[in-house]
Nanobody, 126 residues
């Protein structure tokens, strides 16, 4: 079992920045690919970014490419999402996810992830 806890959400003006953190506890963090997804009211859960176990492979949604950066530190059991140039369309609840059987081809597929955090709200005002 892996427990995930997100933090760092909040209210920010358009163009601002936030850094989300996801702290993992339980089984060996380095065995899991990690990802961030988001869900806005009335919309489906959307892939944001993912990083493989050793950080070799990183994938971003087109909508955040060039603005968001995902990173991890396996010694700290933590994954981060640095969000710059935030837009009102980025407003959503952001979820951290961990997957033990994720391949490069499945990094963006939310159904492939085994564990999820409770989410942290990000609100971007115009």
């Amino acid at each position: 079992q892996v427990q995930l806890a997100e933090s760092g959400g909040g209210l920010v003006q358009a163009g601002g920045s936030l850094r989300l953190s996801c702290a993992a506890s339980g089984r060996t963090f380095g065995n899991y690919a990690m990802a961030w997804f988001r869900q806005a009211p009335g919309k489906d859960r959307e892939f944001v970014a993912a990083i493989s176990r050793s950080s070799t492979n990183i994938l971003y949604a087109d909508s955040v490419k060039g603005r968001f950066t995902i990173s991890r530190d396996n010694t700290k059991n933590t994954v981060w999402l640095q969000m710059n140039g935030l837009k009102p369309d980025d407003t959503a609840v952001y979820y951290c996810a961990a997957g033990a059987r994720i391949s490069v081809a499945t990094l963006s597929r939310h159904r492939e992830y085994d564990y999820w955090g409770q989410g942290t709200q990000v609100t971007v005002s115009s």
